[in-house]
């Protein structure tokens, strides 16, 4: 061998023995390092605790486009990619660990009125009747047809089928008129399994029995039927032609496609046979999501220079977001944050059901958790009362400011914004990123917390390196904390997943109880005190299943 090739051979030995010896003592340098306020350059999401490994080469498989392109590429993939992963992850989860919602709980907290119903179905059921009212009390040149289409959005705390509410509206319109009315009803919508009696007021048969007496009936209404060729729409035009008015109201029904042959024809004898009038009421009850996206549904972007919606993701609304207080827990890789959530839901990372835990990004998807029993237990061991914990979702989020995660559609694709709280982690000091999504959580009025882990280990290296206490040490931590996020001292915690009952862990049990309450309560209330929309269209017929508004 060539004395040339003997140096490069021992040189290549002695780098490769530095590199092993840094990634080993790596922690403990840097924890010292935090202690002393040592400025040292990181990574926008390096991980402190692990080796200083560039995040990318994880990724070197990746071809890095150009900066011009990179970020819509890059958001894209992101959006889509995450909103099928969670969607079928969601699925999976709810219809095993997240179907919890019961009756008992809501009765605690749900208002009712006087006929028993919740407070927002029972409003919806006096609206719906007194547009009923207010319809058929103008003056008619002749027989009306009147479809009503419907747009509920079931909420948890119905513990009956949408069929059960609409019978409640014409029970409430018979009660109201003294009328008697007669009501046809498809056998397939389900009404004879809601055991549903509409009182004295309503002759009730099923669609297409002609034998029934129809000479008290003001007006016949038909539910759940398709009427979609001529010879349906004629069997009601008959039938009704025995009531007092000749009147038709139709409720569920569908009119078929108006670019087919027999529902065109449908809309033609429509017009025909009711000359007083052809009209839809659309009623609607509009969705607790919907709310919220218009309270939270648009911000400006990072720059300022932009307006950007951003829409509640799919697989939130599918995990149970109506009915649930839904807790994020963000961070870099290698932070500890399925090892924190562990420690939050009181199992161990080797029980079932626990969080993944690794020293590389383990969360690639926005992963629900339930608030286990265990935990619960925990906390009511600590004096914490933990109430409807079946209905809070700790949501575990791939970390921001990486090549599937770009920090500037972070906040969009993620959901941050219809969160009830945020807890953004670190193991040691935050980055740049954390920083700046802390930043915009502020600026559109997100709840978070900062969140120290691993503090058990900077409490030993401390003693270790300088013979610091743990009281010491944590100061120090905490104030190098208020520094760099700027956050008073009650939104700054220290915790260990490993000693789950020290430090500041059970303050923020305590805290993210009470804020999950508070934030289900908010929306309960926003939902119980929904407003029915109710919208009239002329000359018009609706099809109720897929709400197309067909013009005649």
Known sequence: MKPSQAVM???????????????????????????????????????????????V??????????????????????????REKSENLAGQRGSEE?????????????????????????????????????????????????????????????????????????????????????????????????????????????????????????????????ITHPNRLEFCREQASRTQTSDVVCINCSFGYIGEPDPRQVRALARQYFKGGMDTIDLTLFPVTKLDEEVRGSSADLSGNEVLAYPMPQWLVEAGYKGTGNMAITGCSGTGKSSFMNALRGIDTHDAGAA???NVETTMVATPYSFTDEACQLMADEGILCKGQEHFRLWDLPGAGTPKFPL?????VMGIKYFDLVVVIAAGR???????????????GVPFFAVRTKIDIEIENAEWDMGLSEEETKQVVRDDLRANTGLPDNRIFLVSAREPEKHDLPRLKREMNE??????ENKVNRALNRKLSVRRYFNTLVNNDEFVHADA
């Open 430 to 444: 935050f980055t740049e990123t954390d920083l700046t999504l802390m930043q915009e959580m502020d600026r559109n």
């Open 57 to 82: 080469r994880r990724f070197s498989g990746l071809h890095t486009p150009s900066k011009s392109r990179s970020s819509s590429v890059q958001s894209q993939m992101s959006d889509y990619w995450i």
């Open 98 to 226: 997240f179907s919890h919602m019961e009756a008992e709980f809501w009765n605690d907290i749900i208002q009712r009125d006087s006929r028993g119903l919740p407070l927002d179905v029972g409003n919806s059921v006096t609206k719906a009747a007194e547009s009923l009212i207010s319809i058929f009390n103008e003056p008619a040149e002749g027989p009306r047809l009147l479809s009503m289409s419907f747009e509920l959005d079931p909420m948890p705390w119905w513990t009956f089928s949408d069929v059960y509410m609409r019978m409640q509206i014409l029970k409430e319109y018979g009660q109201r008129t003294g009328e008697v009315n007669a009501v046809f009803v498809d056998p397939s919508c389900g009404f004879e399994q809601e055991n549903i009696d509409l009182g004295p007021n309503w002759i009730v048969a099923r669609v297409g029995d002609t034998s029934v007496d129809l000479s008290r009936a003001k007006r016949l209404f038909v539910f759940g039927a398709a």
């Open 356 to 358: 993944k835990v690794g």
């Open 515 to 520: 804020i999950l309450q508070r934030g289900l």
């Open 408 to 412: 500037n559609s972070y906040l969009r």
């Open 9 to 55: 051979l021992l040189l290549g030995a002695l780098l490769f023995l530095v590199a092993f010896l840094t990634r080993r003592a790596g922690p403990q340098q840097l924890s010292a390092g935090m202690l002393t306020r040592t400025r040292t350059h990181v990574a926008a999401c390096a991980a402190p605790r692990t080796a200083q490994i560039p995040a």
